[in-house]
């Protein structure tokens, strides 16, 4: 199931990861998709996805088979849906989001809500 955004906020949102690429910086498109997010459900959050072993580089998957490596990442939780560069518009379900968009077996990373407005998540 996806997010059930409103037609005319699910273009915005189109548009807004149309711009970006999943090499861009993750912290700058997050931050840009929370205030439609908000539109759409207010309780809408950024969160960090770090690594359970402190300063750990983690595997994505790239849909374009291009191997990158973070340290950390930002997305926007929006009714328990994950919505970033990865994930496009529809977002991906809270639960099932490590393991469709990461390498690593999901107990080797965390979400990080310390941040919901994303104030000092890095750009």
Not at 23 to 36: D, F, G, K, N, T
Request: aromatic share 8%; proline share 8%; charged share 25%.
């Amino acid at each position: 199931m996806a997010v059930p955004w409103n037609p005319a906020r699910s273009i915005r949102v189109d548009t807004l990861l149309k711009e970006y690429t999943v090499e861009s910086p993750c912290a700058e498109v997050a931050r840009r998709l929370l205030p439609i997010a908000r539109e759409e459900t207010p309780d809408s959050a950024g969160v960090i996805i770090r690594a359970n072993t402190g300063q750990a580089r983690y595997p994505v998957v790239n849909p374009r088979g291009v191997r990158l490596f973070w340290f950390y990442h930002v997305a926007v939780l929006v009714q328990d849906h994950c919505v970033d560069a990865l994930t496009g518009t529809p977002g991906t379900h809270r639960e099932n989001y490590f393991e469709m968009h990461f390498l690593n077996a999901p107990g080797d990373l965390r979400f990080d809500e310390a941040d919901p407005d994303l104030k000092d998540a890095c750009l």
